[in-house]
């Protein structure tokens, strides 16, 4: 097994020199931010990834997290690496002061999550589900249920969960069927059974606070009729002590692909006179209000992507360093090297770095954006609304496949448990599924973001005409001419796409959404291009103004091995949604 | 989870309509087989698939096989099927009659092979491997060495193995170090360790004949001083009864991520006073005699990404029809329908059925082409040797893709254990690896198939050649237009990046090969697609002719939806090929 390393250097050039944190940490709110802080902050989060969670996440994978008679307990070591956590303060790095959060922006916090993801993903979901459960009560709660549950999820001495699917709910929240009495008090009693529940269970916090999607027995049916609740494990004094047991149990945890460091609940509320809840904003508005967690997660759930990535690209190059096998082409049989002499090999690894550092770049691009929307930018914010599902759905789908490359670089070793490589594999495969599948992601992304917008396509318009600005800059230099060009052919793919569902979206939604996920992998595929584009540009303004760093040649052959390999995909991508819908539509059912 | 039926219309479809099985029948030495014959033998097979394999195929991922001082222990139930597997006939179904086999073509053995792959990929590796280690001793040991151990193996009685890989020896078949002594009666001892050796240990059968790769003390280093070497559990006494137990035992299984059924052996041979071993042929040949059976073992591990594939599609097909989610969209709200009828699941099965059913018709047409040239076609030879590699690398890669897929159409349920497409997904993971990575099949492919043949190109150009034939038959048929045009493009996408190839490959074969991978994949699009349109034009000559099966319809929307989903893809590969290398490999090796 390798040691994780943050890759230190490649994240500061991101933040700092495509991404704009310096003009970040000067948006109103930000005052106490500065890159000299930011980088220590880094190095720190550096520290704690490799010393305390890296060393733990094989550990997870073997030892997952147990339920006996509704008590879950955590992996060895986990408990323990939790409360160091809390204890440094990451808890709250990107929380609001208001409540004891140090208030940094969410480009920093993207950085230091990433940091966690690649090096304990499972364990990294405890912490992630904890902040969407805060971002929703903050938004959307009451004074008093802020003040007294947010400084101690704040702080990290008690989780957060989100409960939303039901066995026959799933993408269809519509069904859900957990039911909420009032009890006339301003509590409600909540009864129904939860499953796929994110750390819904555990022993590593005295309390855990459940937001949990119910019905109120006279809501309108469907997604109009559901409201958030906030059911903690224990109940919660005026005074802030925990009173009683809450009627609510896990009632056992899932035998998962992966993640085994996280447990995954079937939680069961109300098998006796009710769990208690309270209301979270009003009743019935439930749904939007979840969209707030849903928006934050899904962008964390699209770092994962990125840090498994990155973890297994690390994981594997190490190997491709160490093993000797076979002379490299033309040179003496004798002349024995590391495999990463060998071409394809080399390939492979080149692809895994190239295109983790394009979703890199674009997750922290998007923090960034939703930093200055946060200030008020609204072009920010429709950015931010474009490329969240882009995020989600483009970066899980490449960390499963660049986890796969991972295996591959190890040979039959790849295959083997103990190697390592198959937990990134396994790991990265819930990562297209939850927090909505990638079909979700790209349904949203064509519909709601796209051509049913206030004025459709104005949004993706409005990304292409950048692009273009940035393809005009490129063809402007006789060495990055070529990307350029790549570039070019990819957002006229992107664009004469985004014309086609714009133009066919009413008259035949469901055409368009057979084309949904190829759209979603195509935009992918031109923004991490974009922005890998400007990443050159920017590599070749400091080459220009007399530096050696030698990252920055690197980072020009990492962009030019994205436009040679990823950008010609666009075609394919955008034929397959301007031509490919009827195919997909054709069979008749029974011929399945 | 779902039963596995074996897909009879599709199978027999392809056997007569495309690949010739009356015209495979009538060739010399298979006067005995019959379509009739053969539509009965599928039958048979289809009930042992569905009755004994299928069902024992979880049980095979949950308790795999085991390892304790030397002895292992299959699945439960493993021992059963396989004496049932024997007794059936089976296992003789491909082997020859001088030696007790059926004989029957290599098409039949490979429609029945499938289905057995589909069933249970980690059972099925343990005929295969006896099939391989027949074939390398049926066409070069000795007389005597034929006579005492083929009939065995042949009826199923003793299995048969691969000794390949050692821990400084995988890819890299020059670094193999296992020795051999002469003892001077014709006998050798041999000592080394072989890792990764499936099926290398097993309470089955009562013996084990291990095909070994080995070197004599004066052997000329590298590839061409290695010795094949038969190498039996149990010594052989010359009335056929077993002897003494060899020098040679189990030292571990490994643990897996996936085919857990499967026992990978780590063998020790001649901790003692060495094993005894006899020579295959000559001495020092053994690698081109390993070729004989690899070869055989290449495409039977294509059909491995086929069976998977179909597998994991009927997996995924019976939840999307039962799992009743949302109302499709332009319905009302409460009319809610299985998720089959949503677009994106809709794609996604459609995706895995229309490319599953190009890799199993390029799978047979090889297979075809191979019985073709084992009755002296030599232009079917030609076809073989450049195919096996595609066969191999494109089916395998495609069935890891497909197995996530099978993944994904489950949603949440998918990730669970229970659920049973966890285990297509791991265990298909292995294909790209064994026999050959996907990588070297590549390097197979561009070098002695391609730019190394004695005229170079002249096998993919006489390939291309007849899909032009096909382009043209596409084109003068209205409703088939489109996909000619489609084939016509990916045809010239193949084209130019074997002219590329065979300009470039002798003066920067490091640059031919990093886009070895991409230009594997896009033959195997291009020749799917061929095969695919072929298969709509008999289609469209049946339905011409009156048929009013609903197949066809069926057969033409999936050679439809290959034509505008999969074929636009070749251009981008081919444009890694012929214009991505020198990104690909610019990138300093202190950079990564």
Same mark, same amino acid.
């Given at each position: ?44 989060? $550096? ?16 030892? /997952? ?51 966690? +993801? ?5 364990? $990294? ?20 249920? &802020?003040?007294?549950?947010?400084? +101690? ?32 008090? /301003? ?68 035998? +998962?692909? /992966? ?10 509320? /109300? ?169 979700? %992601? ?11 917008? +206030? ?85 070749? &303004? %400091? ?50």
């Amino acid at each position: 097994m390798s040691t994780y390393l943050a890759p230190m250097r490649d994240m500061q050039f991101i933040m700092n020199e495509v991404a704009g944190l310096e003009e970040v940490c000067a948006l109103p709110g930000n005052e106490e931010c500065s890159v000299e802080l930011v980088e220590s902050i880094l190095e720190e989060a $550096a520290k704690f990834a490799t010393g305390v969670l890296d060393p733990i996440n094989a550990v997870g994978d073997r030892d /997952g997290a147990t339920c006996a008679d509704g008590v879950v307990t955590a992996t060895p070591g986990f408990k323990e690496a939790y409360q160091l956590f809390v204890e440094t303060g990451w808890n709250s790095l990107h929380c609001s002061p208001e409540y004891g959060g140090q208030g940094l922006p969410t480009l920093v916090s993207t950085a230091v999550n990433e940091m966690w +993801k690649s090096s304990n993903m499972a364990f $990294a979901l405890c912490p992630m589900l904890t902040g969407g459960a805060i971002e929703a009560i903050a938004h959307h709660a009451s004074p008093e249920l &802020r003040a007294k549950y947010l400084p +101690k999820m704040v702080e990290g001495s008690w989780t957060g969960t989100m409960n939303l699917t039901e066995p026959s709910a799933g993408s269809d929240l519509a069904a859900i069927r957990t039911r909420a009495l009032p009890v006339g008090d /301003g509590s409600y009693r909540i009864s129904g059974t939860k499953i796929f529940i994110t750390w819904g269970e555990h022993n590593m916090t005295e309390n855990i606070v459940h937001l949990v999607l119910g019905r109120l027995p006279d809501a309108p049916p469907g997604v109009k009729g559901i409201s958030l609740f906030l059911v903690p494990k224990f109940l919660v004094n005026d005074d802030g002590s925990l009173g009683a047991r809450n009627d609510l149990v896990c009632a056992s945890v899932e035998h +998962k692909m /992966g993640i085994h460091g996280s447990p995954t609940a079937v939680m069961a509320f /109300g098998e006796g006179e009710g769990a208690l809840g309270w209301v979270i904003g009003e009743e019935n508005k439930g749904l939007g209000y979840m969209f707030t967690m849903m928006n934050h997660a899904r962008v964390n759930v699209g770092l994962e992507g990125v840090g498994i990535s990155e973890r297994s690209f690390q994981h594997a190059l190490a190997y491709a360093r160490e093993r000797v096998q076979g002379a490299p082409v033309g040179t003496a049989p004798a002349d024995k090297k590391p495999i990463l002499h060998h071409p394809d090999v080399r390939r492979m690894l080149m692809d895994m770095k190239s295109r983790t550092e394009a979703m890199r770049t674009l997750a922290y691009y998007v923090a960034a954006e939703m930093d200055r929307a946060h200030a008020g930018n609204e072009a920010s914010r429709a950015r931010v609304d474009l490329l969240t599902p882009v995020v989600k759905g483009w970066s899980t789908e490449q960390g499963i496949e660049l986890a796969s490359t991972g295996v591959q670089v190890f040979g039959g070793l790849g295959f083997i448990e103990e190697t390592g490589a198959c937990q990134y594999y396994r790991d990265s495969r819930i990562t297209t599924i939850y927090e909505g599948t990638t079909g979700i %992601q790209a349904n949203d992304l064509i519909g709601r973001k796209l051509a049913r917008e +206030k004025n459709p396509g104005v949004a993706m318009r409005a990304l292409l005409a950048e692009i273009a600005a940035t393809v005009a800059e490129l063809k402007a230099d006789a060495e990055l001419a070529a990307i350029g060009g790549q570039l070019e052919a990819g957002a006229a793919a992107l664009a004469s796409a985004t014309d086609w569902l714009i133009a066919n979206y009413e008259a035949d939604t469901a055409a368009a959404l057979a084309g949904a996920v190829p759209f979603l992998k195509l935009t992918g595929i031109v923004a991490g291009g974009w922005l890998m584009a400007k990443s050159a540009l920017v590599a070749r &303004r %400091q080459i220009a103004a007399g530096s050696s760093d030698p990252f920055y040649t690197g980072k020009i052959a990492t962009a030019t091995y994205f436009a040679s390999h990823q950008l010609p995909f666009a075609d394919a991508y955008s034929a397959e949604v301007t031509g490919g819908s009827a195919a997909t539509l054709a069979l008749a059912e029974n011929l399945f």
